[in-house]
């Protein structure tokens, strides 16, 4: 069965710093999103990196995806107050459409 | 253009009623998908509906059913609810469900007295 983990699931940044988010999943999959959540509110696509090597950026954000180790980053570079919220990445695996999310990663950037 | 549309917003319900909640996805996608998410389980993939039919399932009860309209429009049942069914209900929908972005709804928040 498809797993997804993500670390850290809680941090706290100071603004300005730099940090990554990790995405881990135990299935073949060359399909990876990255949604963002605010309290209360739904989810917002970010990225869709749909092959190896894939590497996608968005202001202060940037994601990529390594489909031999499984493993797809979401860096933070100089972290602002707006970033704060809950990032989950999701993994769909081969000839399914079930898209698993990983727990979610709670980031608060403290000025 | 318009977003994904979930109705109602906010529902509560007693335990052993039933309940059905709404979800018109964007104006051309055909895909249609249905999460749970509480903060216990996290997000939990439902099922997945391509042009009315039932392409995927997640591990849930057959408590929990769905059906898609000719027009995409998808709608989620559940029967005899439990406390346990309390949580948010977000349904995605994406052009064809494979290799396309999938845009999520508001979300229905269900709470089971």
């Known amino acids: 069965e498809l797993k997804v983990e993500q670390n850290p699931l809680f941090l706290s940044m100071q603004e300005e710093k730099n940090y990554t988010i990790y995405c881990n999943y135990s299935?073949?999959?060359?399909?990876l999103y990255w949604y963002r959540q605010d309290p209360g509110k739904s989810l917002e696509s970010l990225f869709v990196l749909l092959s190896n090597g894939a590497v996608k950026q968005e202001g202060r954000l940037m994601a990529s995806l390594d489909t031999k180790a499984r493993l797809s980053t979401l860096h933070i570079t100089a972290a602002v107050h707006d970033l704060s919220a809950t990032y989950f990445c999701?993994?769909?695996?081969?000839?399914?459409?079930?898209?698993?999310f990983g727990a979610g990663t709670r980031l608060t950037v403290k000025p | 253009k318009a977003g994904v549309t979930q109705t109602p917003r906010y529902l509560i319900k007693t335990r052993g009623q039933q309940v059905t909640l709404s979800c018109s996805p964007i104006s051309g996608h055909r895909s249609v998908s249905w999460y749970q998410q509480t903060p216990g389980q996290g997000l939990q993939f439902l099922f997945e509906?391509?042009?009315?039919?039932?392409?995927n399932k997640g591990n849930f009860p057959g408590r929990f059913s769905g059906r898609q309209f000719s027009n995409s429009r998808s709608e989620m049942n559940v029967s005899t609810l439990e406390l346990g069914d309390s949580a948010l209900y977000l349904c995605a929908s994406s052009w064809t469900g494979s290799n396309t972005e999938a845009f999520f709804g508001q979300g229905t928040r269900l709470t089971v007295v």
């Open positions: 299935t073949t999959s060359d399909r």
């Open positions: 999701a993994v769909v695996p081969y000839n399914n459409n079930d898209m698993r």
């Open positions: 509906y391509f042009s009315e039919t039932q392409r």
